[in-house]
């Protein structure tokens, strides 16, 4: 099951919003202009409705200001954190992980020292893998896991992509928009025994770290009396 959302307080909230801010302003040198434009604009328009129709303006005013600077901070701040995501290793799966919804997304579940890789994501569309890397190596990271997934997935969807701005290849500005298109054929419960099976296929049992406990070491002359049988 997804697990819950923790309940973030006011004041972590107007935080969140403030780096949001400084993050965005760096990124982008038409989100001052454009904030500035939010907040003048509605300010300029409820000075004009107040002065011919009354002090009734005033609070509609505050609040068309403030819708006005958090849509353009909300579409700003999306197309900044795209450009600088674009290029960076495992920027798909950190798109993914801060979508709306349930999905379950495991980075990296193939890749190479080259910095290549597959990261692997369960949703209502059925199973997504998203590779990111250079298109002749992922392609064949791809096929791999393509292969791995079908002994479990059953009949669900299977959808692949390449990230990046070649031909068939999808930007990862896009990924949100082309995901949220795809149709949702599983419910909840399908979602969920999917997730379960492919992580039981993931699983694997590794060795204990550091030196073999005495209780569990054979005891002294057990390997010759082996070779003696």
Request: aromatic share 6%; hydrophobic share 45%.
């Amino acid at each position: 099951m997804a697990k819950p959302q923790e309940k973030v307080s006011f004041g972590q909230r107007l935080k969140q919003i403030g780096m949001v801010f400084q993050f965005t302003a760096k990124q982008d040198r038409w989100f001052a202009p454009l904030v500035a434009a939010a907040v003048l604009i509605p300010i300029a328009l409820t000075v004009v409705a107040t002065i011919f129709w009354g002090w009734i303006f005033i609070p509609l005013g505050i609040l068309f200001t403030l819708l006005a600077v958090l849509i353009v901070l909300n579409l700003r701040s999306n197309k900044a954190m795209m450009n600088a995501a674009e290029g960076q290793p495992g920027a798909a799966a950190q798109i993914m992980e801060s979508m709306r919804g349930d999905w379950r997304v495991t980075p990296a579940v193939s890749s190479t020292t080259q910095m290549d890789m597959v990261h692997l994501v369960v949703g209502r569309p059925g199973v997504i893998l998203l590779a990111e890397g250079n298109p002749q190596r992922v392609r064949g990271l791809l096929g791999q896991e393509k292969r791995r997934l079908a002994k479990v997935i059953g009949s669900a969807p299977l959808h692949d992509y390449v990230i990046g701005q070649g031909e068939d290849e999808l930007p990862i500005r896009k990924l949100r928009t082309t995901l949220m298109r795809l149709p949702r054929s599983l419910s909840g419960k399908d979602v969920n025994a999917l997730d379960k099976r492919l992580k039981a296929l993931s699983a694997r049992p590794q060795m204990p770290k550091g030196a073999i406990p005495k209780n569990m070491r054979p005891p002294r002359g057990a390997f010759r009396q082996t070779r003696g049988r």
